[in-house]
């Protein structure tokens, strides 16, 4: 590939995340210096019109409802796979067998051990993997990881980390892909997010202790006949870092009301810090170092100085969005291909995040805590 000026895409998906990594590739080409363009090859979905509709919309040269095609096309160079949660792990094993760069949506796979399989498979073929979690691509999350490593907090004590959204909230909604086993739950779709967040800023989680609840015990099948449901709406856990802070973390699909709830916590000896990802461009500062009746949490707003906003927007506080974040993350992504930087998030973090998501829950299951 060391020839090549461009790498083509082959996307799987046409859904909300297909769409934002579509949006992705256009804007990271536009904004960063990349070590390649970017060429929308083929984009696939399981019927015609969704397929057809999203490579006029978003320039694909060709589309198919066979994903596999993709595979057996030699001038595709990267598997973006935006498919539903249980279908990641055949689509990307095969994409790596064909000798293709992988892509991947967050859950990596149902369980950690078929991520561990696609974690292995890809490092034997020397294929460059990427799982998306682009909240950790917000230039504010990188600030607070700065200003915590730097000392500006003191000792961390505490952490609370929570993921909601309210899309599950209505018990007449149907079965879906979320609510199969085989796709994991509130924990691996949400949950996933709290816990690379909360490693991402305070580093390795060694103990658990998991409360897991499924709320709504039934829903309607595909004939509206009431079905179990047998994943979680709603679980917690409580979190030990190895540095000895504690902390935990929510992630919540009925929370009604909340739309990106995406937030965070972290308390230390001498200060503390708070994002949410529904005001994604302000960090909060709280610093002891403030004189007696002059304290308070105070705004530290997204400019220029916070790279790579600057990029997007010459201008502090005009803000950035949730596709530029996937554009910040296939940037990292392209870069590592292109052998400039490691991984990101490759498949061995994405294995990681699976790992502890699977020991929460065998923490609920068993009542007790559980080390990692």
């Known amino acids: 590939m060391s020839d090549r000026t461009s790498l083509n895409i082959g996307l799987i998906g046409t859904g909300f995340m297909g769409q934002a990594h579509a949006l992705g590739y256009a804007t990271a080409e536009k904004v960063f210096d990349l070590p390649y363009g970017l060429t929308l090859r083929t984009v696939a979905d399981v019927t015609e019109e969704a397929a057809a509709k999203a490579a006029k919309r978003f320039g694909f040269d060709s589309w198919t409802t066979d994903w596999r095609d993709l595979l057996n096309d030699p001038e595709i ?7 539903p949660n249980a279908l990641h792990k055949e689509m990307a094993l095969a994409a790596i067998a064909a000798g293709k760069h992988v892509f991947c949506e967050k859950p990596l796979a149902p369980l950690s051990a078929d991520a561990r399989e696609m974690a292995k498979a890809a490092k034997a073929a020397g294929v460059v993997t990427q799982v998306g979690f682009n909240y950790l691509c917000n230039p504010m999350m990188g600030l607070a990881k700065q200003m915590i490593e730097a000392g500006e907090l003191g000792e ?11 899309y599950m909230a209505d018990a007449s909604a149907p079965h879906s892909f979320r609510t199969d ?52 709406d709603v679980s917690r856990a409580f979190l030990r870092f190895e540095n000895g802070a504690t902390g935990s973390i929510e992630a919540n699909w009925i929370a009604t009301g909340r739309k990106m709830q995406h937030d965070f916590e972290v308390h230390g000896s001498k200060g503390a810090l708070i994002l949410s990802q529904e005001r994604l461009n302000e ?15 105070r705004k530290i707003e997204a400019g220029p100085e916070h790279d790579p906003y600057g990029l997007f927007c010459v201008a502090p506080g005009h803000q950035i969005g949730f596709n530029d974040l996937k554009a910040i993350e296939i940037a990292g992504y392209i870069g590592a291909i292109a052998g400039q930087q490691p991984e990101p998030f490759g498949f061995d973090a994405g294995t990681r995040i699976q790992h502890l998501v699977e020991t929460i829950l065998v923490s609920s299951a068993d009542g007790g805590w559980k080390a990692v």
């Not at 160079?77 to 498919?83: E, L």
């Not at 961390?156 to 309210?166: L, N, P, T, V």
């Not at 909060?284 to 308070?296: I, K, N, V």
């Open 77 to 83: 160079d990267v598997i973006d796979i935006t498919a």
């Open 156 to 166: 961390i004590r505490s952490y609370r980390g929570i993921h909601a959204e309210d």
């Open 181 to 232: 086993p085989a796709g994991g739950g509130v924990l691996a779709d949400l949950g996933s997010h709290a816990l690379a967040t909360a490693e991402y800023l305070l580093g390795p989680i060694t103990r658990v202790m998991g409360d897991c609840v499924t709320a709504i015990d039934s829903r309607p099948d595909r004939n509206g006949t009431p079905a179990p449901v047998l994943v979680d």
């Open 283 to 297: 960090l909060h500062f709280y610093s002891t170092d403030d004189a007696p009746g002059r304290r308070g949490f």
